[in-house]
């Protein structure tokens, strides 16, 4: 398959109507149906209308990917990894308009939508280079004039199901290290955000990425997720988003022994020792509790604090969190934006009820905001409990919302203690200047990702990324290691010797 050349950007929408992308050719679902997408900020601004897919549109998507995948497998990984790299080029030019997009479609604030363009740009730099390592490994055979390798092949056709927090950065670190290894793809965004996706994908085909190699189908989990992960021609399947829709994912992936990659919640701790810099770690608080509007996998919902530095760092985070300014995340000065939809907005009342019932107290925020500004969008204001203990709700469940839990403990040993002593597993942070301590801190608390004198929050594109427990189920994106689900490895033995030789039983002289 000969990759066509990179030109401006093509026309995939009518009066944003946008379709689907099935073996390069812009369509709408098979039943005609759509759905719309709205400014979380203001719910009168309509970003576009999608279409609404049905197992007749996974099964075009998929059979187009499969049909791609022949030649892609066969085009070579450093030419595969050139179009990655224009990508990334690409992507860098249109930073700005895709980032004031990604605003409209989810309502994260214009320096953190930058932010999500610039992963996906770091992603396809990184991939890119891949493309001349993907390294294998020799080794010696047992026997004479015999050699051994491993080799990675690409697995088939991925099925993969992105959330909508970061609706360019996920998908990139999930299409970029699939395509650099030779599969095609198939790809269901989150029905809030389906945009951002849409860029990602026509800036890959933009940058000569050939037809069916990369297929989008929008629409709702049951009626286009689930047949995705279910279809025979689905190789493998990565899936990013909750652990309880990801628990039904991998039943149904393994019921039909296909690999999939599993990254799901958190309830991510950050320490604050007695002996740290305090206004540091508040600030650290700040961004990792209420960045993204507390709706990443990542966030800082649990801040376990010293007792002797408890009361001081409450003040300090309650008066900096009353000064946040919400609002709609295009507005200069705006350092929170709303939450994605209206059922994210009740899961945040919910666990403010849950928390008040169990006994924490609320030291700011706890409601929706409704005042002028904030009359046409899903705004809630940013809360911290206080007096938290680790066994209540709001101490051990995921709000995905801005709210954040405050806990105290008397010593380090009890807050490693609180910290583990959850069903997730994703990120956890300390604040300390005890260098023992923190390295104590980093073999000790068990999580897929520690930080030190940083929020939960920060990953970058080329370490592992992912969790233990409910967080995963064994993968990591990010670096290198996602290589190790994108392809699939097959050893090697060439004998050279002109004669048979068998292993274990010939003495290889
Ligand atoms: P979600 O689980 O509701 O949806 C995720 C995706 O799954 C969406 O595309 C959705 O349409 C699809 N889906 C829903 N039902 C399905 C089904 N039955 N079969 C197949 N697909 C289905 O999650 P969300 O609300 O979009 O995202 C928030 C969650 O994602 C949070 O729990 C957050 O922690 C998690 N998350 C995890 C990471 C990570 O890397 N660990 C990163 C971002 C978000």
Not at 98 to 111: F, I, P, Q, S
Request: charged share 20%; with cysteine; proline share 5%.
């Amino acid at each position: 398959m000969k990759a066509s050349k990179p030109k401006a950007s093509s026309s995939t929408t009518t009066k944003h109507n946008y379709l689907n992308l099935i073996g390069g050719h812009w369509q709408p679902a098979a039943g005609g149906a759509t759905f719309k997408n709205r400014n979380p900020a203001d719910t009168s601004d309509l970003v576009g209308t999608f279409p609404a897919s049905t197992v007749k549109d996974v099964d075009a998507a998929v059979r187009a990917a499969r049909e791609a995948f022949k030649t892609w497998r066969l085009t070579p990984a450093p030419k595969r990894a050139e179009i990655l790299y224009r990508t990334g080029t690409l992507l860098a030019e249109r930073k700005e308009e895709y980032a004031r997009l990604m605003t409209r479609e989810m309502g994260k604030v214009l320096d953190e939508t930058r932010g999500d363009v610039q992963e996906a740009i770091d992603t396809a730099f990184y991939m890119a280079g891949e493309g001349r390592r993907m390294f294998g490994q020799t080794t010696p055979s047992e026997l004479q004039s015999k050699f051994a390798m491993s080799v990675r092949m690409p697995v088939g056709v991925i099925g993969m199901i992105a959330p909508w927090n970061f609706p360019m950065a996920i998908p990139s670190w999930k299409l970029f290290p699939a395509l650099v290894c030779g599969n095609a793809c198939v790809i269901k965004p989150a029905e809030d955000t389906p945009l951002s996706t849409l860029n990602l994908v026509q800036t890959l085909m933009d940058a000569g990425l050939p037809p069916g190699v990369v297929n989008i189908v929008f629409g709702f989990g049951p009626e286009a997720g689930a047949p995705l992960v279910e279809h025979p021609g689905v190789d493998a399947v990565s899936f990013t988003g909750s652990s309880e829709v990801g628990r039904m994912v991998g039943q149904t992936a393994a019921g039909l022994f296909k690999p999939c990659s599993l990254e799901m919640g958190g309830k991510n701790a950050m320490i604050v020792m007695d002996d740290a810099d305090l206004n540091l770690a508040v600030e650290g608080a700040l961004w990792g509790a209420f960045g993204t509007t507390g709706q990443r996998c990542t966030a800082t919902s649990r801040i376990l604090l010293h007792k002797k530095i408890a009361g001081k760092f409450t003040r300090e985070l309650v008066k900096a969190a009353e000064k946040l300014r919400v609002g709609n995340g295009l507005n200069d000065g705006v350092q929170m934006g709303p939450q994605v939809n209206q059922q994210q907005v009740e899961t945040s009342e919910r666990y403010i009820k849950i928390a008040r019932e169990d006994g924490a107290t609320l030291e700011t925020g706890g409601k929706r905001l409704t005042g002028k500004a904030h009359a046409n969008g899903y705004f809630f204001a940013p809360t911290i409990f206080s007096g938290v203990k680790s066994k209540m709700r709001i101490a051990q469940e995921e709000v995905f919302g801005p709210v954040v839990a405050l806990l105290e403990f008397k010593s380090f040993e009890e807050a490693v203690e609180i910290a583990n002593g959850i069903s997730y597993g994703l990120s956890t942070s300390i604040y300390t200047r005890d260098v023992n301590r923190a390295y104590r801190a980093m073999r000790d608390l068990e999580a897929g990702i520690t930080y030190v004198n940083a929020p939960t929050i920060g990953a970058e594109v080329h370490l592992p990324f992912g969790g233990v427990r409910k967080t995963g189920n064994g993968h990591r994106e990010g670096g290198t290691t996602a290589l190790d689900f994108y392809t699939t490895w097959k050893a090697v033995y060439v004998d050279y010797s002109e004669r048979l030789q068998r292993a274990q039983i010939d003495t290889g002289e």
